[in-house]
């Protein structure tokens, strides 16, 4: 019911920057909080940032000062500005978010979408 396309993703080298978007489509009645996680080859997905509906944000220690989570209610979409990039912050980038359908007329959920992931390699 609810696609949420990523893009944005990439290499660069260390200092460098790079911006993702995640753009949700489908019969949404409306989008609750989202993020961007990221999960590193053998280790388990990480949370990088999340944004409330209303544009609070919370971000993992390691990256605060660098990224900026930020999103467009009006666009359905959500960003990640991510400078200073460091050989660490390499992994794919997950978009996640919390929305409620409608089907058959009628608000549904919410519940958890994920999207298809998006390469970041960062070299030294």
């Known amino acids: 019911q609810v696609q949420l396309v990523e893009s944005g993703g990439g290499l660069v080298q260390a200092g460098g920057s790079l911006r993702l978007s995640c753009a949700a489509s489908g019969s949404i009645f409306s989008i609750n909080a989202m993020g961007w996680y990221r999960q590193a080859l053998g280790k388990q997905r990480e949370l990088v940032a999340r944004?409330?509906?209303?544009?609070?944000?919370d971000y993992a220690d390691n990256v605060k000062g660098r990224f900026t989570i930020s999103r467009d209610n009006a666009k359905n979409t959500m960003y990640l500005q991510m400078n200073s990039l460091k050989p660490e912050d390499t992994a794919v980038y997950y978009c996640?978010?919390?929305?409620?359908?409608?089907?058959?007329?009628?608000?549904?959920?919410?519940?958890?979408?994920w999207g298809q992931g998006t390469q970041v390699t960062v070299s030294s």
């Open positions: 944004i409330t509906s209303g544009g609070s944000t």
């Open positions: 996640n978010a919390n929305v409620q359908t409608v089907r058959r007329g009628v608000p549904v959920g919410p519940y958890d979408y």
